[in-house]
């Protein structure tokens, strides 16, 4: 894993989440109203604190309540914690499930020639980003999530006894064998238990997401780390890409 000093100039939450059992008790009608006052609530926030980015991930197969993985990144750090005020407060929040962690871009520019088949950028729209239509995910995209941590006793090794540099040319040569997309990785503030790092990866189908799962776990690196992956589609990218951000470039989209 990358020892190399994060971006502090920004602010990225990173929120994993999903909809209670008590949200699809609701009449329709109760959710559709819910939804509207949540969104024109999270969209004065945006405005007021300058949001730079907002990313949603939906997972192919939801661990429990959480469905999905968001990164919401602001100038600063009192526009994040606006924000999970907000997205918390009822009657929207009460029924959602809610997992923050805040974070700092890890690595902006080092891997950025691992990326050999960016996805376009988004053409500029002028949708009223208040008018919520149908949500559903990206089909045709191909995410990797994966979450992971050095084990303890790691910091007593060598890099050359954890297999650093195979690891990463491993890495680089599934990046290039099969047109990765994207790479992003994000550094918690504070870590959790089995990770501190998390990295969004895309790839073009399954086959080279699960080359790079097998080339993560590959020894000995592999066994001098925690790692856990998701597979997930972009969500409802056409939508939010409506939403007003003055966003940073992404690995591979410039």
């Not at 871009?105 to 376009?120: E, H, K, L, M």
Request: aromatic share 14%; hydrophobic share 35%; net charge negative.
């Amino acid at each position: 894993m990358e020892r190399t000093d994060a971006d502090d100039s920004r602010v990225v939450i990173l929120y994993r989440g999903g909809r209670l059992p008590s949200w699809h008790a609701l009449t329709p009608q109760q959710r559709e109203a819910y939804e509207q006052v949540h969104v024109d609530r999270m969209l004065s926030e945006a405005d007021q604190h300058g949001l730079s980015r907002l990313e949603g991930f939906k997972l192919i197969t939801p661990q429990k309540a959480w469905e999905r993985f968001w990164t919401i990144e602001f100038p600063s750090m009192t526009g994040a914690r606006a924000w999970i005020d907000a997205e918390t407060a009822p009657p929207y929040g009460r029924y959602g499930y809610y997992e923050y962690c805040l974070s700092m871009p890890w690595r902006v520019d080092y891997f950025s020639g691992w990326v050999t088949d960016p996805r376009p950028v988004s053409a500029l729209s002028d949708t009223d980003p208040h008018r919520i239509p149908v949500l559903s995910a990206d089909k045709e995209s191909v995410v990797l999530l994966s979450f992971g941590r050095w084990r303890p006793e790691s910091g007593e090794l060598t890099p050359e006894e954890r297999g650093d540099s195979e690891r990463l040319a491993r890495l680089d040569a599934v990046a290039h064998d099969y047109g990765l997309k994207r790479y992003e990785a994000f550094k918690l503030l504070g870590a959790q238990d089995d990770w501190q790092l998390v990295w969004i990866l895309e790839f073009t189908d399954f086959d080279g997401a699960e080359a790079w799962i097998d080339a993560e776990v590959a020894p000995p690196h592999g066994h001098h780390s925690i790692r856990s992956f998701h597979f997930a589609r972009r969500w409802a990218p056409d939508y939010f890409d409506t939403w007003p951000t003055s966003k940073p470039g992404l690995l591979g989209s410039d």
